[in-house]
């Protein structure tokens, strides 16, 4: 599943497109510092 993934890099908000697996979902989070924002694209 993809998902679209925010992360700040240098002071900057970036958003790049992910896969996740079904677990990291459910959690709410991807792995790392990063915060699931949409589930499908």
């Given at each position: 599943m993809k998902a679209l993934v925010l992360d700040q890099?240098?002071?900057?908000?970036?958003?790049?497109?992910?896969?996740?697996?079904l677990p990291?979902?459910?959690e709410g989070d991807v792995p790392g510092r990063?915060?699931?924002?949409e589930s499908q694209l």
């Open positions: 890099i240098d002071n900057r908000t970036v958003a790049t497109v992910k896969d996740i697996d990291a979902l459910a990063h915060r699931l924002v």
